[in-house]
């Protein structure tokens, strides 16, 4: 029934430039405007819809319904100094063994394999160089040489990220932690270089992050970070979404804690790869299904206006709304703990959800009461 809404589809434009050099043609997309999804539709997950204004409580498993109006918390004031601080530093491509860069050309996308068009086959990405900046904020109070929890964001740096973690940790809602925020290499899906370190379905960006990152914030922020899997934590939203998620899934001995805001848990993945042949659409379809429950414990958030099949692919595999709802649909029957909240009025990765939401999921994903719990019961 999901897979079939998603495959109805929407119209859009697309400009094919065709050469004689390049085949398959590269392809200029117009993203159509996304239909709003009425979280009632048959089929998607059973929710507990909240009064407008309100967020679901940060001890309590399932699925909510946000209304409407989307007032931002007052934790996310960003009127004052904060308490912590915030050091910034870059990194370049020519210095990293994981992600030397790539680049798509501007105002191109892809073509559909003729054979499998659930494949998208990219001809204008090539290597190029970029450079990356890395925040990181550290609580007041840090004790140097003190091992201390930690939580890697992607899409960096995150003003509102700091602000949420600085205010709950000062009414002690939250341990006192490191944020690591990290910009991504440039780009956006297949081809790109943010493309290639969010969407692929492998451990390599999380043992990027371990080798060539926190090595670095330590360094340039004078902290030690904990190796304790309990006391770290990944974020983000869109394809630094379903990277969180995929982070700590390929290395549950590194991170047990994950909160995502339109989670891009579609087909998404270039290059192709057969053993995810559907990208991240194969958390819901085959791997969370079909493997043991992991010590993972999840916030996951998506908009009635979330996107829907922005690409020429067609492949029933591009619905956001459908994708987040297949995820609580899992989560659920494999015992996780996991807090899912449907937002009304909201488009995808949409700053007033954000606004409201951050403060009561960061104190949910840093509840104590997860470690497999759900999936021994």
């Known amino acids: 029934m999901l897979r079939l809404l998603c495959a109805l589809g929407f119209m859009w434009v697309v400009s094919v430039s065709a050469t004689a050099q390049t085949a398959p ?34 001890d309590q498993d399932g699925n909510f319904i946000l209304g409407p109006t989307h007032k931002p918390a007052a934790e996310m004031d960003a009127g004052g100094a904060m308490d912590g601080r915030v050091i910034e530093f870059t990194m370049n491509s020519a210095d990293s063994k994981f992600f ?26 090539h290597p190029a160089p970029y450079t990356r900046k890395v925040a990181a904020y550290v609580p007041k109070g840090y004790v140097g040489g003190t091992e201390a929890p930690f939580m890697v964001g992607a899409d960096g740096p995150d003003s509102l990220l700091f602000t949420a973690v600085d205010r709950l940790i000062q009414e002690h809602r939250l341990p006192a932690m490191i944020v690591i ?19 692929t379905m ?14 670095r914030v330590e360094a340039e922020a004078h902290v030690k970070l904990t190796k304790d899997p309990e006391g770290r934590a990944t974020t983000g939203g869109s394809s630094g979404g379903s990277c969180a998620l995929i982070m700590a899934w390929y290395h ?9 805001y339109s989670g891009t848990f579609v087909n998404q993945q270039w290059p192709y790869d057969e053993k995810t042949p559907h990208g991240a659409w194969e958390f819901h379809e085959h791997l969370i299904p079909n493997q043991p429950a992991k010590p993972l414990r999840i916030w996951m958030e998506v908009g009635d206006r979330d996107l829907f099949n922005p690409n020429v692919m067609r492949d029933g595999m591009h619905d956001w709304v459908v994708a987040n709802e297949e995820m609580a649909k899992v989560l659920a029957a494999k015992g996780y703990h996991y807090q899912f909240v449907f937002a009304r009025n909201a488009g995808h990765v949409d700053r007033a959800v954000r606004e409201q939401t951050l403060p009561e999921a960061l104190e949910y994903v840093w509840r104590g009461d997860h470690v497999g719990t759900a999936a021994k019961e």
């Not at 790539?102 to 990405?125: C, M, N, W, Y």
């Open 252 to 260: 549950p001995e590194l991170y047990h804690r994950v909160l995502t």
């Open 100 to 125: 030397p860069g790539i680049a798509r050309e501007p105002k191109t996308f892809g073509t559909p394999d003729a054979q499998h068009p659930e494949r998208l086959v990219v001809s204008t990405s």
């Open 25 to 58: 043609a590269a392809a200029i997309v117009v993203r159509p405007t996304p239909p709003t999804r009425d979280a009632r539709t048959p089929g998607y997950v059973s929710a507990k819809e909240l009064p407008d204004g309100m967020n679901a409580l940060s």
């Open 181 to 199: 925020s990290i910009g991504n290499g440039s780009g956006d899906a297949q081809g790109s270089e943010r493309g290639l370190e969010y969407d």
């Open 202 to 215: 492998s451990g390599r960006y999380a043992e990027f992050v371990e080798a060539e990152v926190l090595p």
